[in-house]
């Protein structure tokens, strides 16, 4: 460069290019990089005008020097402004998407709860520890022996009838009832004996109202001078905690191999209090276990001696007082697993 005209015009020139730039500069991160093309003190346009300085004669340096950092101030301003402005912009834009509805109904948490055949195991189990029973968890595969003969139930026995079984060979089959718990307690344990024993039994047994696969809870007693009175008085408390003060229960005569006697035991209807209803079927009372005094021969085959001792033992079905308790009328609907149903079930 030899003198100022030529100077003059290059101003104007790269004054021209910035002003053009500008109007394709749609960011602040763009203006940056179309700044450092003039201002970057190496490589600028601008940058390298000054460079041009050992050119030019003495007396024209200072006019020139002028020019050179009149064109830096001017273009700093320029891009200072549009920097300014697409960064307000930019901002703008980003509250605008981070903008947080708080109109919006929250999303609900949905808690989890206990299934209701595991609730109401719970609750017996509660109910019977208050009164001193202790839990014995007996195995879903039992021998023919223990879920049968030693229940005085032996091979052509009638009763065998009463439960469809699931045999798994000869010898081995899924317990029917956790009354084949009695047998494994009693072998091991001399009176006193109160345990309780929840589980899975299986029958081969399907409709509204059973399932091939079903939950019992035994109860056990035996010590010395252990009636059907303490039976009762169990029972009483039971219904009691279970379906509300003025319940009640009463004993029928029944029949099963290991206990003698035998009873079928039904709850005061707690819907109707007793004055019949479609839930009782009109008749003031529901059936909800089955119970006994243990058969002396059962005693006798555990080494318990049946003219010291007498026993109680009760065998109450899981899903039946749950379907009682809340409403359920088809047992299928506990095991489908369908959370619209299970979602409305809760104490
Ligand atoms: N085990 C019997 C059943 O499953 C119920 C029961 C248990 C009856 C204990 C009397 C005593 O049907």
């Known amino acids: 460069m030899q003198d100022l005209n030529e100077l003059s015009a290059v101003i104007a020139q790269i004054k021209q290019e910035i002003t053009d730039g500008f109007a394709t500069l749609e960011s602040s991160k ?25 050119n030019i004669a003495n007396e024209s340096k200072a006019a020139f020097g002028k020019g050179v950092n009149d064109l830096k101030a001017w273009a700093n301003e320029k891009f200072d402004e549009l920097d300014a402005k697409l960064k307000e912009q930019e901002a703008l834009a980003r509250y605008e998407n981070e903008k947080i509805d708080i109109t919006m109904p929250a999303v609900k948490c949905k808690c989890g709860k206990l299934h209701p055949v595991t609730q109401v195991r719970n609750q017996l189990i509660d109910i019977f520890s208050s009164m001193g029973f202790e839990v014995f968890e007996g195995s879903e595969i039992e021998t023919d022996f223990y879920n049968f003969t030693a229940l005085n139930t032996p091979q052509d026995h009638p009763a065998r009838d009463m439960q469809d079984t699931f045999y798994l060979s000869p010898e081995f089959l899924l317990r029917t009832q956790t009354s084949a718990g009695q047998i494994h307690v009693m072998e091991k344990q001399q009176p006193p004996i109160k345990i309780l024993s929840p589980g899975k039994v299986f029958r081969s047994d399907d409709d509204a109202t059973h399932s091939p ?15 059907l009175c ?8 039971l219904v009691r905690k279970i379906f509300g003060e003025g319940t009640t229960t009463r004993l029928r005569p029944s029949y099963f191999p290991f206990t003698e006697p035998s009873v079928e035991v039904d709850v005061s209807c707690f819907e109707c209090g ?9 008749t003031g009372w529901i059936e909800v276990l089955g119970a006994g005094i243990v ?25 039946r007082l749950a379907m ?18 299970l979602e409305q079930i809760d104490d």
Do not use: H
């Open 30 to 54: 763009a203006v940056y990089e179309f700044k450092k093309l003039f201002m970057d003190s190496k490589s600028g346009k601008i940058g390298a005008l000054m460079k041009e300085m050992k």
């Open 213 to 227: 696969m079903f939950t019992q809870m035994e109860g056990l007693v035996v010590d010395k001078n252990i009636t």
């Open 230 to 237: 303490d039976l009762k008085g169990m029972l009483d408390e």
């Open 274 to 282: 007793g004055k019949g209803c479609r839930l009782c079927k009109g």
């Open 295 to 319: 058969n002396r021969k059962v005693l006798a085959n555990c080494n318990i001696d049946p003219d010291v001792y007498s026993g109680l033992a009760f065998g109450i079905g899981i899903e």
């Open 324 to 341: 009682l308790k809340y409403g359920i009328n088809n047992i299928k609907l506990l095991y489908e697993s369908d959370l619209r149903v």
